[in-house]
């Protein structure tokens, strides 16, 4: 029985040691391939340019953004003269008027080739400034959206009287004139709406807040 079980314990042992064998020759293979390939790595990384990748951090320069360019709100645009004013003053061609293709009507404007060649702010005017510089070349180009065609409105015949060179002069004066009575009225007599309904009640009612205004200007 003692001989039985010392003959399976020999066994045993002898199967264990044949296991942990192969399993230290494998570990030993793999150590060796790994360390055959890092060998051709460092070979490679030496003797080559490894090849970008497709990430972020690998990919081309993207193209380099446009230049700010003046808008088109900088120009004075009268729809009901057709007239428009460059940035600095000047007047520039009318070059009719066209439908867009999203179907809306426009009109089309561009600088004459002296004035924005000799323009001290065609840099940023111009997308291609040495384009001014040949007789083939072309000034500023802006375009307008007209509304529908319409015929011009009292609006747009405000809007040109205010833009004027005189209108800018009389509306400067606004500030000193006008808004002050409005600022008082308002805020310090609290007349944030009328309470009387009519044409006749409601000038009654503006004309006892104004008699009230003046009045406390001559008492001061």
């Known amino acids: 029985m003692i001989q039985y079980h010392l003959s399976e314990h020999q066994e045993k042992d ?38 970008m990748g497709k990430g972020k951090r690998h990919q081309s320069p993207s193209k380099p953004k446009a230049k700010p360019l003046i808008p088109a709100s900088e120009f004075q645009f009268d729809p009901v003269t057709m007239i428009c ?29 002296l004035q924005c060649r000799h323009c001290a702010i065609k840099d940023q005017c111009m997308k291609n400034p040495a384009s001014a510089n040949h007789r083939k070349g072309a000034g500023r180009q802006v375009s307008f959206a007209l509304n529908d065609q319409r015929a011009p409105t009292y609006t747009d015949w405000m809007k040109h009287r205010v833009d004027s060179p005189k209108g800018k002069q009389i509306y400067s004066h606004r500030m000193s004139v006008v808004e002050p009575v409005f600022g008082n009225i308002g805020t310090n007599k609290g007349l944030s709406r009328f309470s009387l309904r009519g044409k006749n009640k409601v000038q009654g009612q503006w004309q006892l807040y104004c008699l009230v205004h003046n009045v406390e200007k001559l008492a001061k």
Do not use: M, W
């Open 85 to 113: 004013i460059c940035p600095v003053g000047e007047r520039i061609s009318h070059r009719g008027v066209k439908t867009n293709e999203r179907g809306q009507c426009t009109v089309y404007f561009e600088g004459r080739l």
């Open 14 to 51: 002898t199967c264990e040691s044949e296991e942990s064998l192969e399993r230290n020759n494998r570990k030993t293979k793999t150590i060796q391939t790994l360390d055959a390939a890092a060998n051709k790595i460092d070979v490679f990384l030496k003797q080559n340019q490894p090849r």
